[in-house]
């Protein structure tokens, strides 16, 4: 394989070191390779020479990732407490830190002006100012914008057009300005464009956004230190979709910043993990259908929710050793949840599945463990961290005792 390949494939994994992860530590199992998450990183570094690059720690923030991606030289962006909490846990210093509010609950605000006081918090409201204020804080401000322009993976995830996030574009010299007025430090402009970039016609959305943020910046009545044009670069899911095109993405953010005097900021998420990442599952039961064969797992919509929630796509692989000497069937990937849509992956040509298989699902690093969660009393599963060739244990599966531990 070339040295820092734009993409890994799930065919690239090796189906025996899967297989033995998966006998050493059980299933469902979350891979997670570090090496690979400092090769993504390394990619847009070079690809933005000039930028600081803050993780998004929602993607996933597993301590192993974010020590990783802290050595390699990235800052963290987080989106709420908990977040800032982790963050800071990982080793990150409170002014490495950008506190994306998005209508933060009081508990949060308090919690990270306590232990991050020199953190940026990024606000995408009036209110957020306020209430700052009223805290005392006079620190370090930036303001998120509302561009009005999206794009993304699903419309669900076209955040730049979503009014929720951000201050209007064109209110936002005015909120900025009374920000200067109290006293804050106003030392930056945000706005992101969604998740999941990958096309020419989502690289001239981001384009567009960063536009956009670049007359607000030109404007704004304060001394700005950065612009942050957000993250949303994206990967690949499907077989047939090419790498991000990241020259493209340097070249549009560049281009719209031209004449503005003020660091560049980016905060990827997904492109730093997604492909350095799979999720491994057992199948447990083989049901005929008139349809699909049901290939039933032991990983479902509690363990990966995207395609349950987006319709996202997933690429499937058997491990199965003799995978490639069975005949190929239409198979329905289904989870063990109460839902109807517990289907992790629908109508797939895999070898046709025996109980004991074991599958891979591609792609998984990314919002994966991350939003795992514990419907049906299912218990979130284990982690596994490969760096350097060497496996370990990153995160215990949740046992019973999980479920039962925060009732009182
Ligand atoms: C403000 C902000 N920055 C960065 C990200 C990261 O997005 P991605 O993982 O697509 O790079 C998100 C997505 O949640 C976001 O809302
Ligand atoms: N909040 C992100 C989207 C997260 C999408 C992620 N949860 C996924 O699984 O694709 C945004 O504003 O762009």
């Given at each position: 394989m070339t040295r820092n390949p734009a993409v890994r494939r799930l065919a690239d994994w090796s189906p025996g070191d899967l297989r033995d992860l998966a006998a050493e530590y059980g299933t469902p199992l979350y891979v997670q390779d570090l090496d690979r998450v400092r090769e993504n990183y390394e990619r847009v570094a070079a690809a933005f020479p000039d930028a600081r690059i803050h993780y998004a720690v929602k993607a996933n923030a597993g301590r192993a990732v974010l020590r990783a991606l802290r050595e390699a030289g990235a800052g963290a962006e987080c989106a709420s407490a908990g977040e800032v909490y982790r963050a800071l846990d990982a080793g990150f210093e409170p002014s490495e830190i950008h506190y994306t509010a998005v209508n933060p609950p009081a508990r949060d605000l308090d919690y990270v002006l306590d232990a991050a006081p020199d953190a940026t918090f990024v606000v995408g409201a009036r209110d957020t100012v306020d209430r700052l204020a009223e805290r005392g804080f006079a620190g370090r401000l930036a303001v998120r914008v509302h561009p009005g322009v999206g794009a993304g993976h699903s419309e669900a995830v076209?955040?730049?057009?979503?009014?929720?996030?951000?201050?209007?574009h064109d209110e936002a010299a005015a909120v900025i300005g009374d920000a200067v007025d109290r006293g804050f430090d106003v030392v930056g402009v945000h706005a992101h464009v969604g998740s999941g970039m990958l096309t020419d016609d989502d690289v001239a959305a981001h384009r567009e956004v960063v536009e956009r943020l670049a007359a607000v910046a030109r404007n704004a009545p304060a001394d700005l230190e950065f612009v942050d044009a957000g993250g949303g670069f994206g990967v690949p899911y499907r077989p047939d979709e090419e790498p991000l095109d990241l020259g493209s993405v340097a070249d549009a953010t560049r281009t719209a910043l031209a004449d503005v005097d003020a660091d560049l900021v980016l905060e990827p998420g997904r492109y730093f993990v997604a492909d350095a990442g799979v999720l491994l599952t057992e199948v447990n039961t083989v049901k005929p259908t008139d349809g699909a064969t049901l290939a039933g797992v032991d990983a479902g919509m509690t363990t990966l929710l995207r395609p349950a929630l987006y319709g996202a796509h997933h690429e499937v692989r058997s491990l199965a050793p003799d995978a490639a000497d069975r005949d190929t069937d239409a198979v329905d990937v289904v989870g063990?949840?109460?839902?109807?849509?517990?289907?992790?992956?629908?109508d797939r040509r895999l070898p046709a599945p025996e109980r004991g298989d074991l599958l891979a699902v591609g792609n998984a690093g990314a919002y994966g463990v991350e939003m795992s969660f514990q419907y049906n009393s299912r218990q979130r599963p284990a982690v596994v961290a490969l760096d350097g060739g060497e496996d370990s244990l990153a995160r215990e599966r949740d046992g019973f005792d999980s479920l039962t531990a925060p009732e009182r």
């Open positions: 076209a955040t730049g057009a979503d009014a929720k996030f951000g201050v209007p063990p949840i109460c839902e109807s849509t517990d289907v992790l992956a629908e």
